[in-house]
């Protein structure tokens, strides 16, 4: 297939596009590089198979492709918040653009949604049928109320287009090619660790979080795009094992060898304090399931900070 990535060169976008290209597709990165970054599919110039264009999505684009994945989006609060107007202008009309494209030429709009579109829960864990508790003017609302908006857009548009739209809600996600600044918790463990400063724990360390190696949710993107036409989602795609704060810092911890201190600071704003997905429906559905295990992935994590630090 031949198809276009939105935010291709971000942390999870750029796993995507490596996973498709090793698949044989045709691949076009759309990026602006607000978050994303060039380096982060620098291992992949003078592959024929892939494009890489500077664009931001909140303006229109035409290309001849067969599939759409809208990743287009900063996902951290330090980096949405920086610019909340653009969050929802790159929510909204990112994902306007990418299913008037695809109504355009007739194929599948694959959304990448949030768990945050589920705030700060009262149910858990969150299945897809629940609705949420979200601040909507609060400092998060720019990017809760944002993906929000646009899960509303891709039903409408298959309701009213009769396009084969689909969702994804995707819970925390770690790996390789985090950025340093990326404000959320596993990059800031491992960079604090690694550097031999305090762990930061907002709050008491006993809100939760449940943490999906970048791989397996790759894997769960591209069995969501291929699904048939009648799968709209929305999909959880997230690892259903949690762990509070306090937890993920002592593992942190142990890994690195480091030893670090852990320092408390208020809890931010509407920061949720629990999180994790129901993901029956994504195994029922995808037959998706993942499977690498918090250490695992951590290891692989800190392996990457330390040779990019080094």
Same mark, same amino acid.
């Given at each position: 297939m031949k198809i276009l990535v939105t935010g291709g060169a971000g942390f999870i976008g750029s796993h995507l596009v490596d996973a498709l290209l090793f698949r044989g597709d045709e691949v076009i990165a759309l990026d602006n590089f607000f978050t994303g970054e060039e380096k982060n599919l620098a291992h992949q110039a003078g592959n024929g198979s892939l494009l890489v264009v500077r664009h931001d999505v909140t303006e229109p684009y035409d290309y001849p492709v067969e599939a759409i994945v809208n990743l287009a989006c900063p996902a951290s609060p330090i980096h949405y918040q920086r610019d909340p107007v653009k969050t929802v202008r790159t929510s909204v009309l990112g994902m306007i653009h990418a299913l008037d494209l695809g109504r355009r030429r007739g194929i599948p709009v694959l959304q990448a949604s949030t768990s945050e579109v589920y705030g700060d829960p009262s149910v858990h864990p969150q299945p897809e049928e629940y609705w949420g508790h979200v601040n909507p003017i609060g400092p998060r609302a720019c990017y809760d109320e944002g993906k929000r908006c646009a899960e509303t857009l891709c039903a409408d548009y298959r309701r009213q287009y009769d396009l084969p739209t689909k969702i994804v809600?995707?819970?925390?996600? $770690?790996?390789?090619?985090?950025?340093?600044?990326?404000? !959320?918790?596993?990059?800031?463990f491992v960079i604090q660790a690694l550097r031999g400063e305090p762990l930061t724990i907002y709050?008491?360390?006993?809100?939760?979080?449940?943490?999906? $190696?970048?791989?397996?949710?790759?894997?769960?993107?591209? !069995?969501?795009?291929?699904?048939p036409a009648d799968f709209a989602g929305p999909v959880n795609l997230g690892n259903p094992r949690e762990f509070s704060m306090f937890e993920l810092a002592q593992l942190v911890l142990r890994l690195t060898g480091s030893k670090s201190q852990l320092r408390h600071l208020p809890l931010p704003k509407d920061d949720p304090r629990q999180r994790r997905p129901d993901i029956n429906r994504a195994q029922a559905i995808l037959g998706w399931t993942p499977t690498v295990r918090l250490e695992e992935g951590l290891n692989r994590t800190i392996d990457d900070f330390r040779s990019r630090l080094a």
């Open positions: 809600r995707i819970f925390n996600t $770690y790996g390789p090619r985090m950025a340093f600044d990326d404000g !959320r918790v596993v990059s800031n709050g008491d360390g006993t809100q939760t979080r449940s943490f999906c $190696y970048v791989d397996d949710l790759v894997a769960g993107l591209i !069995r969501a795009l291929l699904a």
